[in-house]
Every structure is written in C-alpha cells, then in structure tokens.
C-alpha cells in the first residue's frame, strides 16, 4: 500500500494533470487475470481498452514479441522487414483492401485516412476535401481527429482547429444525404460508436451510406479502431453489414497490447499518394509487427472469430438475464466481446467500476452513463458468470 501511494504522489506531481485513475497499481497479467503491486487478483473485463485481446502473458504473443526484440525491433520505412511484409500480406489480401499504411495509434490511422481525402482532392482538383462525420464519434486525439470527432468537448479548447470536417446526427440516413455537398469527398463512422455509448449503427443506415457514397463517387470510410480486429466476431465489424468501405482503419486490438495502427484503402484511396506525401518513423516496425502477425493470424485461420462471436452470445444472454429487467438499468447494447450497459443517470457509471473493482473485477466506462465491457478473447462462461453475478449484486445494492 505504501509503495501504491507513493507511486500516485510521483503521477499527481510529474504526469501531465490529464487522467483519472483508479486506485490500483497493476504488475502483470495471466489469461485475463491481472495482479496488483500487493499481489491481488483481478478479473479483466475491459482489457486496456479493448486492447489486450489475447489477454495477457499469450505464449504464441510473447514468443514472437522476444524473439523478435532478440533480432531486430526498428529499422524505419527506409528498409525491408520479414514481419511487416507478412503482416501488409495478410491484411491487404487484394480481395477486400488492396494497400496498407502502418503506424502507431488510431489517431494516427485516422489521419492518414483523412490524408488521403485530401490528397485525391488537391490532386483531381475536385475541391472534394470536406469529410462529413457523425455527432457523438470518436476518432482520436489528435488536431485533426479530435475535430473529426463531433463532440466538441474534445476539440473546442484547442481552437482553431483544422477545417473541412462537417457533423450529422448518427443513424439517421436523411440527415447524412443532405450535408453531402459537391464540396464532400468522403464520409468517415465507426460502425459501432465506441467512446460515446456503444452505439451501433443500424443496418439501414450504414448500408445506406455506403449506397449513397458509392452513388456519389466519394469515399466511405469506416473507424474501426474499436470494432476492428475481431471484437465484434468477425475480423471487421463492417462485415456484418455485407458491406466494404473505401477505407478502414484499424489499432486497439491489432497489436495484442503492442502499439500498432494501421490503414487499409482499395481503389483510387488506396493509390492516393506518391512518395513523400505520408510517412512515420516507428510505424510498421518489426516489433510491432510481428505482435501483430500473431494476432491476425489467430483471427483468420483459427476459429478465434467463432469463439469470440460464441463468448459473445453468451455474455449477451447473461447480461439479460441478470440486468435487462434491472430498475437501473436503461439499456445493454453491443456486440461480440464489445457491450454497454447504460446506467440510469442518477448512478454514475464511474462509481460502478469502482465497486467492481473491490471485488476484483475491471470494467470500463464510456460516454452516456455507460458501463463498457470490452474482455480479452479468452474470456470464460465462468468468469461471464462471475462478472454478471457481482456487477447485479452491486447494482442491487444501491437505494436512492
Ligand atoms: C480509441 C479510438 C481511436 C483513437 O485511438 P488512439 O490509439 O488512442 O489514437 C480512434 N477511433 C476510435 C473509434 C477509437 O475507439
């Protein structure tokens, strides 16, 4: 306990004044299992992020990741690699996306997306740069992706922000035709929008927009940072949707817990650039890539993405049964290992998670009062029992 509050006096003091975090220390991980500094077990139902997919201390991961670190971890974009190759090759398989961009974030990955409007836009002279994005999205951090992002509680304080990005309201078709102007080069969703309630969008609406943007001639693209990489049980979420999007950008999970971004374009995005246009220093590095070939690999030829898809029914049907009927509860929502639970607003979703987190369970929250659960892959029916059981408990527990 002492070396926890000294640890938190070092953050309060040195780290910018930007996170608030829980009170635990965490030292490693097993399976979804992870262990404080005092040696306390958790459960983890949120994984990073959605992050650590294959939960943690993988053998297959940890083998490629040392091995890799005992023969080379960067070289730059100036070079070849063994593990970039394969990755680029396994992700741009030419049926569905032809090219790939590595990098190290979603933020970055959506840049380059953005980029690339903006590029064939300058280049074709069509004046097309304007990207069309929905309200209540999230597409990362950084300039140009928190003004992407239509919350304005991301983007306002750090004014003036770059143009050319225009708001709808999300799942509604409508709306999304009419802000199309000729001035419109792309239209840019998540399928499911993460950060701000674990919203799907419907299937009217996402096949519609990809109908109307292929109507158009502009580029649809898909934020499937979150939903990406098989957390909703098929390797993109798009895929549910019977649709392919000009443009897909993947992160979280991909690297299993190692940095990686990646965007991936077919047609004229994915030849939008010439030498020099885009570059990254660290991207697709050989590190970072063979953690990522792991993954990839697990997802297209094992029958991980049944597995997911199953632990996610089930953890569906749990979620029902203990809480659909719950006073406090307004709405369960999601798919595959992605769900959220949101909360009557009188309860703050962020002292649930503390709660759970005194009996060794880790959730996370998201935007509207929403509890977000996000486990490894490797999640079991016991520890969904588990989870279900104590999160209706405490629930159960609250008068007011
Ligand atoms: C997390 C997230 C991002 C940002 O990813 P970073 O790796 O934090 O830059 C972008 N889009 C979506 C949908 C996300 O969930």
Do not use: W
Not at 40 to 52: P, Q, R, S
Not at 73 to 87: R, T, W
């Amino acid at each position: 306990m002492e070396q926890l509050e000294k640890i938190k006096e070092i953050e309060k003091e040195k780290y910018m004044k930007l996170f608030r975090r829980q009170n635990v220390c965490f030292e490693r991980g097993e399976g979804c299992k992870l262990y404080d500094i005092s040696g306390h077990e958790y459960t983890d139902f949120f994984g990073g992020i959605a992050v650590n997919c294959l939960g943690y201390n993988h053998p297959d991961l940890v083998k490629a990741v040392s091995e890799q670190a005992g023969k080379l971890m960067h070289i730059s974009n100036m070079y070849y690699s063994v593990p970039q190759a394969e990755l680029i090759d396994r992700l741009a398989d030419g049926s569905t996306f032809e090219r790939a961009f590595l990098c190290n974030s979603g933020a970055e990955a959506n840049e380059c997306a953005i980029k690339i409007v903006r590029k064939l836009a300058s280049e074709s002279g069509s004046g097309k740069s304007t990207i069309v994005t929905a309200r209540e999205s999230f597409h990362g951090r950084t300039l140009a992706t928190v003004t992407a992002t239509g919350q304005e509680k991301y983007s306002a304080p750090f004014a003036p922000l770059p143009g050319g990005f225009k708001y709808v309201p999300f799942n509604d078709l409508e709306a999304l035709k009419s802000a199309v102007t000729p001035d419109v080069g792309a239209i840019m969703l998540e399928c499911i929008q993460g950060e701000s309630g674990i919203t799907p969008a419907s299937y009217d609406y996402l096949v519609g927009a990809y109908a109307f943007a292929r109507q158009k001639g502009i580029l649809l693209i898909l934020d499937e940072v979150q939903t990406g990489s098989g957390r909703t049980g098929k390797f993109y979420c798009f895929e549910h949707y019977g649709i392919t999007p000009d443009i897909v950008t993947l992160a979280k999970g991909l690297g299993g817990g190692v940095p990686i971004g990646c965007c991936l374009a077919r047609g004229e995005a994915a030849d939008a650039f010439r030498p020099g246009d885009h570059g990254t220093t660290f991207g697709g590095n050989p590190l970072a890539c063979a953690a990522a070939n792991v993954v990839v690999q697990k997802l297209l030829e094992t029958d991980l993405l049944d597995r997911i898809t199953e632990a996610g029914e089930y953890l569906s049907d749990k979620l029902n049964e203990k809480l659909a009927r719950h006073k406090f509860v307004l709405d369960i929502r999601g798919k595959g290992l992605l769900k959220g639970i949101q909360l009557d607003e009188r309860i703050p979703a962020l002292s649930i998670v503390g709660k759970m987190m005194s009996l060794g369970i880790i959730i996370g929250t998201c935007g509207h009062n929403t509890l977000r659960i996000a486990p490894p892959y490797i999640i079991s029916h016991a520890e969904i029992d588990d989870m279900t059981d104590k999160l209706e408990t405490i629930l159960s527990g609250i008068n007011i």
